[in-house]
């Protein structure tokens, strides 16, 4: 990938789009990043009442350490569950509370924007019109999903959470997408608006792969494909990715190693169900 990008435009070209991007928009892509943290933090409290600090640096060291690891949202539901078992949380509650904040709430706030996001994408983007067939086709299975995801939701036991839970977990996905959006931007490379969902969707279920750990490598590859779809080239593609994985990825995973290392300071007696 590097090497196209190498082959598409020269070192001097690549280096003053960086040094002409604006600073603002990188900095609201950043900031959107971070609501995606802060959402899930806020989904963490809203499950098990900790103080909100606590929740976030649990949240971030279980998402995006865990992305790290072999094994997709297996390791951040280990990460989530044993802080959450060190702080008095009975097992199966444990158990319950991070597989919805690393797969439960995430997939179905996913499944809930992916509908309405490929339905968009395949009547606005310049795709071929093979590919908008595809897009529609897997919009409306989307949809049914969705639907099927709020059926169970309204006749679940915890159904009173569930709004606020969806809620939280739609507010990171949209954080994360806008990121994207927001550092192309700020690069001043003109990708097509409605390829963006596509290719956020793209780069989660490549993430999802349990082989490839936060789809590192796969993702830089493989979105760029679908953002040049537009009037944008790929090494331009490529070099948004780039920047955005640098935000959304390997940023907040340093974030992530300082909140568990402060997680693991201090021990906290377990309490009886």
């Known amino acids: 990938m590097i090497a196209e990008v190498a082959e598409a435009d020269s070192t001097r070209s ?26 899930s933090g806020a989904l963490l409290r809203l499950l098990t009442g900790f103080q909100y600090a606590v929740s976030i640096r649990i949240s971030t060291a279980a998402l995006a350490i865990g992305a790290l690891i072999p094994g997709a949202n297996l390791p951040g539901g280990g990460i989530a569950f044993r802080e959450l078992r060190r702080r008095g949380i009975p097992r199966r509650r444990a158990l319950a509370v991070s597989t919805a904040l690393v797969l439960v709430v995430p997939a179905a706030s996913l499944a809930l924007l992916a509908g309405p996001a490929l339905l968009i994408s395949g009547t606005h983007s310049n795709l071929p019109p093979n590919w908008r067939v595809i897009l529609d086709l897997l919009g409306i299975a989307a949809l049914m999903l969705a639907a099927a995801i709020l059926l169970v939701v309204a006749v679940g036991r915890r159904a009173h959470h569930a709004p606020a839970s969806l809620g939280f977990g739609i507010g990171a996905c ?33 993430m999802a792969i349990p ?20 009037s944008t080239s790929y090494a331009d593609a490529a070099l948004a990715v780039l920047a955005w994985r640098v935000l959304s990825f390997w940023l907040p995973t340093i974030v992530g190693a300082g909140s568990l290392a402060t997680l693991r300071r201090r021990s906290f007696p377990l309490r009886t169900a």
């Open 174 to 206: 949209l954080g994360d997408a806008a990121c994207l959006w927001l550092v192309a931007a700020a690069l001043h490379i003109d990708v097509d608006t409605a390829t963006i969902p596509v290719a956020f969707l793209a780069a989660a279920a490549i």
């Open 211 to 230: 082989a490839v750990p936060g789809g590192v490598g796969t993702v830089e590859a493989a979105v760029p494909f679908i953002l040049a779809t537009g």
């Open 14 to 39: 690549v280096g003053e789009t960086l040094r002409g991007a604006d600073v603002a928009l990188l900095v609201a892509a950043a900031v959107a990043e971070a609501w995606r943290y802060l959402f």
